[in-house]
């Protein structure tokens, strides 16, 4: 069973929350033993605790985050999917043309799918203000980079259609 973003729950401090059916999924992709919760105890987990040193747990309550800051109204009401397409205008009329309209494409139904547009909203924001402010950030860092659409609004610089860098490294799907 493959584990995809949408069935996780990660915490401030590390740990990580799934269905008992997805422990095994964890185990074997080497995550500590204390840092795995499940959503519910069964008996295949209870058995495995009975043996093991380390024990799988149950967080009882979640934490809520708060934020103390607002999005600007501009940014909480804007229309992603209609910003993003509006950035095609930036995609460079080159070879890759065609593919990078077809990978913008693509990114905005998985972004959409996963209900990540809030998340853009804030990047959107982040990165508005910043060139506003003649903030200074690095060319790009991480499985970010691996995003077209975080490329194209300015996020890194690094185009991930031009090195064939594929979005699934970036949503983990």
Request: net charge negative; glycine share 4%.
């Amino acid at each position: 069973m493959s584990l995809k973003l949408k069935d996780y729950t990660l915490f401030e401090d590390g740990s990580i929350e799934v269905e008992p059916s997805f422990v095994a999924s964890l185990v074997l992709r080497g995550v500590p033993l204390e840092k795995i919760n499940v959503t519910e105890m069964n008996e295949e987990v209870e058995k495995f605790n009975q043996f093991s040193q380390k024990k799988i747990g149950k967080k009882e309550k979640l934490e809520e985050i708060s934020f103390k800051w607002s999005l600007p109204d501009h940014y909480k009401y804007m229309n992603v999917e209609e910003y993003l397409l509006n950035l095609s205008e930036k995609i460079v009329k080159d070879d890759l043309y065609e593919e990078r309209l077809n990978r913008l494409a693509i990114e905005i139904e998985l972004f959409k799918n996963l209900q990540l547009e809030d998340v853009l909203k804030v990047i959107i924001f982040v990165v508005d203000e910043f060139t506003r402010q003649k903030v200074t950030w690095g060319v790009g860092r991480g499985s970010s980079c691996s995003s077209y659409i975080l490329y194209l609004i300015g996020l890194h610089d690094i185009d991930p259609v031009l090195y064939d860098i594929e979005i699934h490294d970036f949503l983990r799907q």
